[in-house]
């Protein structure tokens, strides 16, 4: 089964910064990647899929590259309501493996 | 607007059985695909099972193959997981989520139901 990595594990950034968070698959999964956020307490929410494209709804601080097994999530500008884990998913095939995540804090 | 919501969570001991369940409502739940997920206590996301719009296709995670058992009834939208031969590690929050339509990707997701096996 493909692995799913992400770096750092977490990270503490100030409100402004820009942030960046890697995912990286075992085997290439193509651009079959996906990014959750989720904040304390709350469901996850689909942030981006095909690796790039923002869900609707998604501020625009919020982008996606990455193809083949390296993919990144920036953040260009960080925001307080940004703090939050966030997952990677590869979706090529089953299973639909989640990264272990990536804390962020203020 | 989309509304997922599990029920059927508690307290079982090692070895015992649960049926989880998820109504949904504001959208044509047979048109999608569902899936479970989990999520251990202070721990990441595992994807669990999904089951196709029809019910001819599921797929499951190594870690419950041959243990749990996805289903739907699309009459009544609603989405079941039965989990037989329950293992302490399987005490986690288990959400139902919404497939999106030509892609394994989670759009929805219920608030969660929490399962907690031990004696």
């Known amino acids: 089964d493909i692995q799913m990595t992400q770096s750092p594990s977490s990270l503490s950034a100030s409100v402004g910064d820009r942030v960046t968070i890697t995912c990286r698959a075992s085997q290439g999964i193509s651009n079959y990647l996906a990014w959750y956020q989720q904040k304390p307490g709350k469901v996850p929410k689909l942030l981006i899929y095909?690796?790039?494209t923002l869900q609707s709804g998604v501020p625009s601080r919020f982008s996606g590259s990455g193809s083949g097994t390296d993919f990144t999530l920036t953040i260009s500008s960080l925001q307080p309501e940004d703090v939050a884990t966030y997952y990677c998913?590869?979706?090529?095939?089953?299973?639909?493996?989640f990264g272990p995540g990536t804390k962020v804090d203020i | 607007q989309v509304q997922l919501v599990e029920s059927g969570g508690g307290l079982v001991k090692p070895g015992g059985s649960l049926r989880l369940s998820c109504a949904a409502s504001?959208?044509?739940?047979?048109?999608?695909?569902m899936s479970w997920i989990r999520q251990a206590p202070g721990k990441g996301l595992e994807w669990v099972s999904y089951?196709?719009?029809?019910?001819?296709?599921?797929d499951y995670a190594d870690s419950v193959k041959g243990r749990f058992t996805i289903s739907r009834d699309n009459a009544k939208n609603s989405l079941y997981l039965q989990m037989n031969s329950l293992r302490a590690e399987d005490t986690a929050v288990y959400y139902c989520?919404?497939?999106?339509?030509?892609?394994?990707?989670?759009?929805?997701w219920g608030q969660g139901t929490l399962v907690a096996v031990s004696s």
């Open positions: 095909a690796a790039s």
């Open positions: 089951i196709s719009s029809s019910s001819r296709n599921t």
């Open positions: 504001g959208f044509t739940f047979s048109d999608h695909y």
């Open positions: 998913q590869k979706y090529n095939s089953g299973p639909f493996t």
């Open positions: 989520a919404r497939v999106i339509v030509g892609a394994t990707l989670f759009d929805s």
